[in-house]
C-alpha cells in the first residue's frame, strides 16, 4: 500500500512540473476589493529620519490611502489635512511625510526612498 502510495506521489509531482510557467503580476499587500473603488495609485516608499519606512497607496477617486509599515495595513480616510482614520494620521507636504499613531515607532521627516 505504501508502494502505490508513494508512486502516485511520484505521478502528481511529476504532473506538476510540466505546467506551463505563468508570470504573476506585482500583488499588492492589501487586497483591491473593499476599499471603496476605483484604483489604486502606485505605491510611495517612504524612509523616516528615525530608520523606520512604511509605503502608501493613494486612491483619489475612492478619497482613501492604504498605508503599510510591514507590521500592519491600514486603510485611512481623506480629510482636510491628510489622511486618517480616527487613531492613525498620515500626513505629506513639500515632499516631506509623517505618519502617527501605529506600532509605536516614529514616523517622521520621512522622504521618498
Not at 524612509?47 to 485611512?76: H, K, Q, Y
Not at 494620521?89 to 511625510?97: I, K, L, P
Request: charged content about 25%; overall charge neutral; proline content about 4%.
Amino acid at each position: 500500500m505504501k508502494k502505490n502510495f508513494a508512486a502516485a506521489l511520484l505521478l502528481l509531482l511529476a504532473g506538476c512540473s510540466s505546467l506551463p510557467h505563468v508570470d504573476l503580476p506585482d500583488m499588492p499587500s492589501v487586497p483591491r476589493f473593499g476599499l471603496g473603488g476605483g484604483a489604486e495609485g502606485e505605491r510611495i516608499e517612504w524612509r523616516c529620519a528615525s530608520g523606520a519606512d512604511f509605503s502608501v497607496r493613494i486612491n483619489e477617486e475612492a478619497r482613501t490611502a492604504t498605508v503599510s509599515t510591514g507590521l500592519r495595513t491600514i486603510r485611512l480616510d481623506r480629510t482636510d489635512s491628510g489622511y486618517s482614520n480616527g487613531e492613525v494620521t498620515y500626513f505629506e507636504q513639500g515632499g516631506m511625510a509623517s505618519l502617527s499613531g501605529v506600532d509605536g515607532r516614529r514616523y517622521t521627516n520621512c522622504r521618498k526612498d
